[in-house]
């Protein structure tokens, strides 16, 4: 990047109001977006106000529109729903009730609004912004309010976020509350299939999205489930013969049960609602398995937001208000989103057509439109899924008579089973024979390796650990034993999944190509660490379960405060020298501090901590979170700095010290992690047999260019595939972290959002950017 770094300090919000409204249905992370936009707004010296219950309190004004502070979003970022009310409301529809609403915030001099809520939420916003002015002068011949308001309020600024738990808008690719619907959804369908398999149950369950099918799609990826019935893809003519046909080969091959998910909006091909009783009865009179149903319902709604929500919404909220600042009267209203992991800004009216496109696409029976209007995302995981979901029978497979084994390396983390699943059916449907290598290198070495079919992966994609086993020691030691692995089982490609050590292991081996033929041949890495310190990815399978791990254990450990008065808790994470699990469990807990390797910090920044803790308990806030990487200074450990709290904090505030461990390698994938690690690892198959064609020459497979050996990684917007060769110059070795990473840019959000002093570079966002209408073969989008 070579632009001049544009800071905030720049933007001040001195005299302007921000009303923060949520509105609609309410998603989990609302709570984290209002926290965000409040701070935000407080730190830029604007005056913030809640509008509670949605348009209604708008209306209605009074104590519904009130000035808020700081200390007003404490501990609201762990609760789901919205503090602030959201209510639906007809009189804001009316011309009379919009009157009035412009009057109460003119009353207030509000003129920037934050919108939280779906598609009808910021259409209605949109509509009263281009009625403002006339609204004004409609209130001033009334008499409400004399011409110098008119003048002084002409302008009415909207800025929205989406808070949907159906993903339905689109123009971005994650919507606030979307991720903790799928936690939900994957927590009861994890439950549900331990009773099913001990019955040989078939299970229907019911997911929400009236219009869309995205929960519904997502979940049946992470989940492995037999059938999904969405409303932007329906099921073709004669769909009851094959699901049946599918359901009982399934269970011939010795699968105990099975998992039938559909949205509550699915359709046939004649626009017909398909429901999930109806699904149950068509299964119980054709194979007269025992079936049931499960409505999740308002389950989804709930709980605590997930730690991808909360980072999310927070990242939102405070691009909202930057927004706000940078708005004139000739900028358009917009929404704040995500695309990759870069925050954008899209014409709010922009999206809300290409959203209301879908549903027309759908209601004229134009389904292939409808999906590929959806984005790219969702087309993506639609064919990732139509790929692992079904098995081609053998004799109509190909045949290419390659062997592509794979392995896990490293430690174990949350997702690699998943991807190892992918892999797998990817390969056998591509024709390869797939083999599985236990226990990373060294279960190579020693000839621990075996053929692994479509039905060995089956309900893979849920369990936490790595099942084939994985250990950290790399190849070099090893390389003559290897070698001899790779010519007796004749193997064709390499699939690595893991972590630092894969990467290390890979380049060994392209070394060790000059020595042996055996490495000749294709080799990709799938980058699978809790720590996600691998260079050419900005995310790794397995980090968002274990920020889920640290985030949850985290609200605890506040909780467990509310009883005592004044209290800080040092918590120390896993990473090695990498602080993103610091730092971005900091911004999802809501932590007051995050001490991480990459920030050098030094005694006197301790001081100044302590110092901030001290004034913050003279506050209604009596408790401090400070999170700390494991390696981020040899000399301040965990222990020197919960001593110098104790002692600095005396007569102010007591400590507790908490060292995480090991808890965050395990546990059950989250949904992203699933979803990533499936469709990431297909991908990277797709990759092998497209270089499998590219590298065999008269009988053989000889592949030793630089672009042989790849790392698959996501890097901002876009998968991509790295040679791992290049990735040498962009890696610090002994610290084992990439020289750069994205994440450090959110560093100061998270001090804005604890009250420090800090500069914020905004020269990435604040580019208003359109809509892209995707062309017919759009490339496949990160999750």
């Known amino acids: 990047m070579d632009h001049q770094p544009k800071f905030f300090e720049n933007l001040s919000g001195t005299g302007k109001a921000i009303g923060v409204l949520t509105s609609g249905g309410d998603a989990q992370g609302m709570n984290a977006a209002v926290r965000a936009v409040v701070?935000?707004?407080?730190?830029?010296?604007?005056?913030?106000?809640?509008?509670?219950?949605?348009?209604?309190?708008?209306?209605?004004?009074?104590?519904?529109?009130?000035?808020?502070?700081?200390?007003?979003?404490?501990?609201?970022?762990?609760?789901?729903?919205?503090?602030?009310?959201?209510?639906?409301?007809?009189?804001?529809?009316?011309?009379?009730?919009?009157?009035?609403?412009?009057y109460n915030l003119v009353q207030r001099g509000i003129t920037n609004l934050c919108v939280i809520g779906g598609d009808g939420s910021l259409t209605g916003a949109n509509l009263f912004r281009?009625?403002?002015?006339?609204?004004?002068?409609?209130?001033?011949?009334?008499?409400?309010?004399?011409?110098?308001?008119?003048?002084?309020?002409?302008?009415?600024?909207?800025?929205?976020?989406?808070?949907?738990?159906?993903?339905?808008?689109?123009?971005?690719?994650?919507?606030?509350?979307?991720?903790?619907?799928?936690?939900?959804?994957?927590?009861?369908?994890?439950?549900?299939?331990?009773?099913?398999?001990?019955?040989?149950?078939?299970?229907?369950?019911?997911?929400?999205?009236?219009?869309?099918?995205?929960?519904?799609?997502?979940?049946?990826?992470?989940?492995?489930?037999?059938?999904?019935?969405?409303?932007?893809?329906?099921?073709?003519?004669?769909w009851e013969d094959t699901m049946c046909v599918k359901l009982s080969e399934n269970r011939a091959r010795k699968k105990r049960l099975n998992i039938i998910i559909v949205a509550e909006g699915a359709i046939d091909c004649h626009n017909k609602p398909i429901t999930s009783e109806k699904v149950k009865d068509l299964v119980v009179q054709r194979l007269g398995f025992d079936?049931?149903?499960?409505?999740?319902?308002?389950?989804?709604?709930?709980?605590?937001?997930?730690a991808f929500d909360r980072i999310l919404a927070s990242r939102m909220g405070v691009e909202a208000?930057?927004?706000?600042?940078?708005?004139?009267?000739?900028?358009?209203?917009?929404?704040?989103?995500?695309?990759?992991?870069?925050?954008?800004?899209?014409?709010?009216?922009?999206?809300?057509?290409?959203?209301?496109?879908?549903?027309?696409?759908?209601?004229?029976?134009?389904?292939?439109?409808?999906?590929?209007?959806?984005?790219?995302?969702?087309?993506?995981?639609?064919?990732?899924?139509?790929?692992?979901?079904?098995?081609?029978?053998?004799?109509?497979?190909?045949?290419?008579?390659?062997?592509?084994?794979?392995?896990?390396?490293?430690?174990?983390?949350?997702?690699?089973?998943?991807?190892?699943?992918?892999?797998?059916?990817?390969?056998?449907?591509?024709?390869?024979?797939?083999?599985?290598?236990?226990?990373?290198?060294?279960?190579?070495?020693?000839?621990?390796?075996?053929?692994?079919?479509?039905?060995?992966?089956?309900?893979?994609?849920?369990?936490?650990?790595?099942?084939?086993?994985?250990?950290?020691?790399?190849?070099?030691?090893?390389?003559?034993?290897?070698?001899?692995?790779?010519?007796?089982?004749?193997?064709?490609?390499?699939?690595?999944?893991?972590g630092f050590e894969a990467y290390l292991g890979l380049l060994e081996l392209s070394a060790a190509r000059e020595k042996y033929d055996e490495f000749c041949v294709p080799m990709i890495m799938v980058p699978a660490t809790v720590s996600n310190n691998v260079p050419g990815s900005d995310f790794s399978i397995g980090a968002d379960t274990a920020l889920n791990t640290i985030t949850d254990t985290c609200d605890r450990i506040k909780q467990s405060a509310s009883g005592t008065k004044r209290r800080v808790f040092i918590i120390e994470t896993m990473g090695g020298y990498c602080g993103y699990l610091a730092n971005m469990g900091a911004l999802a807990a809501g932590a007051d501090a995050a001490y991480i390797f990459e920030e050098q910090f030094d005694i006197r920044e301790l001081q100044a901590n302590v110092e901030h803790l001290t004034e913050k308990m003279k506050t209604s806030i009596q408790r401090g979170l400070v999170l700390r990487n494991e390696n981020c200074n040899e000399n301040y450990t965990t222990d020197f700095i919960y001593q110098l709290y104790s002692e600095e904090g005396k007569g102010v505030f007591d400590c507790r010290k908490n060292v995480l461990g090991h808890m965050q390698q395990g546990g059950a994938p989250s949904p992203f992690d699933r979803n990533f690690g499936t469709k990431i690892s297909a991908k990277a198959m797709q990759w092998i047999s497209k270089k499998l064609k590219e590298t065999y020459r008269k009988g053989k497979v000889f592949a030793n260019t630089e672009d042989s050996v790849c790392l698959l990684g996501m890097r901002r917007r876009n998968l991509v595939f790295q040679p791992v060769a290049e990735l040498k110059s962009e890696t610090d070795f002994v610290h084992r972290i990439p020289k750069e990473q994205w994440w450090l840019k959110l560093r100061p959000l998270m001090k804005i959002l604890a009250k420090y002093k800090t500069s914020y570079d905004v020269s990435d966002s604040g580019q208003l950017e359109h809509v892209a209408m995707l062309p017919k073969e759009a490339v496949p989008a990160p999750i």
Request: negative net charge; glycine residues 10%.
């Open 39 to 102: 701070r935000m707004g407080i730190y830029v010296k604007a005056k913030v106000y809640f509008v509670y219950e949605g348009y209604q309190g708008m209306v209605d004004g009074g104590d519904n529109i009130v000035e808020v502070s700081w200390e007003s979003v404490s501990s609201i970022l762990q609760v789901g729903g919205t503090v602030i009310g959201s209510a639906r409301c007809k009189s804001f529809r009316t011309h009379e009730g919009r009157l009035q609403a412009a």
């Open 291 to 306: 079936t049931r149903v499960t409505i999740l319902g308002h389950v989804q709604r709930g709980g605590t937001p997930s």
């Open 321 to 498: 208000v930057l927004a706000l600042l940078e708005a004139t009267p000739a900028t358009p209203a917009c929404v704040v989103s995500l695309s990759g992991n870069q925050a954008v800004r899209l014409p709010l009216m922009e999206c809300v057509q290409m959203t209301q496109e879908v549903q027309k696409a759908m209601d004229e029976g134009r389904f292939l439109e409808a999906v590929r209007l959806r984005g790219k995302s969702f087309e993506n995981n639609l064919n990732t899924y139509k790929l692992l979901a079904h098995k081609i029978p053998d004799a109509e497979l190909p045949k290419t008579n390659f062997n592509v084994a794979v392995l896990n390396v490293g430690a174990p983390a949350a997702g690699m089973n998943a991807a190892v699943r992918a892999a797998v059916r990817v390969g056998i449907t591509e024709g390869h024979k797939m083999f599985a290598v236990i226990d990373g290198f060294e279960g190579f070495a020693k000839g621990k390796i075996k053929e692994i079919s479509w039905g060995d992966v089956g309900g893979w994609t849920g369990q936490g650990g790595s099942i084939l086993g994985t250990k950290r020691t790399l190849p070099a030691k090893y390389l003559e034993k290897i070698a001899e692995q790779m010519r007796t089982n004749s193997i064709n490609a390499l699939m690595v999944i893991g």
């Open 130 to 238: 281009e009625e403002w002015s006339g609204l004004l002068e409609e209130l001033a011949q009334n008499g409400k309010i004399d011409a110098e308001a008119v003048k002084k309020y002409a302008y009415l600024n909207i800025v929205g976020m989406v808070g949907s738990i159906d993903n339905d808008f689109c123009g971005t690719d994650m919507t606030i509350g979307t991720d903790s619907a799928l936690h939900r959804i994957i927590e009861v369908v994890d439950a549900i299939m331990t009773t099913a398999q001990s019955h040989q149950r078939t299970f229907v369950l019911e997911v929400m999205g009236r219009h869309c099918g995205y929960l519904a799609l997502v979940s049946a990826l992470a989940c492995g489930a037999d059938w999904v019935f969405i409303p932007e893809y329906p099921p073709e003519e004669g």
